[in-house]
């Protein structure tokens, strides 16, 4: 059976590629240009729960991946998307638009458990073969002193994340309890990333 050298990753997130590279994947990145609106992927649909949602957002992600693999006339391999969105109770907490924002984020999530779903999908080069999975985790802050919030925002560390915080950055301090993958909450959850990439017949360090 003859394996891929090689993956897509259809990511800009370095946390992704360098996990990719914690299982001996090599990678490519397969990113949009400035003619693709990448960023209206991920807009809410007005009561969707955080796991359709975020589903959903990987699923459209891998199809314009497809597509502009397709445009770009690369060589064929198969295509890697994730998108990881944070949830409390049935709320999507996004990535933070501004200071604010992530005040807010933050100071609904201190002294509370929530989930942090990431949703990955691989397809075929040519698209008509896609596996998907989805990784639930639950974190637990301890409650942030305002002190704390404000230090972490102006660190600028929350934007561009889900949730407003980075599990491996300075916040991890006050991380008081993990449930399930520490590779899916960073943003690619190994053990099913590692499934899906067997399926599609991409080269690995451990098979």
Known sequence: MQFHA??????????????LGQIGVQHQLLLPDAAEDAESLEALVPGEAPADYVQRVTAAKLRAAVARLRQRGLPPAPILCADTTVALGRRVLGKPADAGEAQQTLQALSGRSH?????VAVASAS?????QALSVSRVRLAPLPASVVDAYVAS???FGKAGAYAIQGALAGWITQIQGSHSGIVGLPLHETAALLRQARVQQALG
């Open 6 to 19: 090689f993956v897509y990753l259809a990511s800009q997130s370095p946390r992704r590629a360098q996990l």
């Open 115 to 119: 989930r942090v779903l990431t949703a």
């Open 127 to 131: 698209g008509r073969q896609r596996w």
């Open 156 to 158: 600028g560390e929350p």
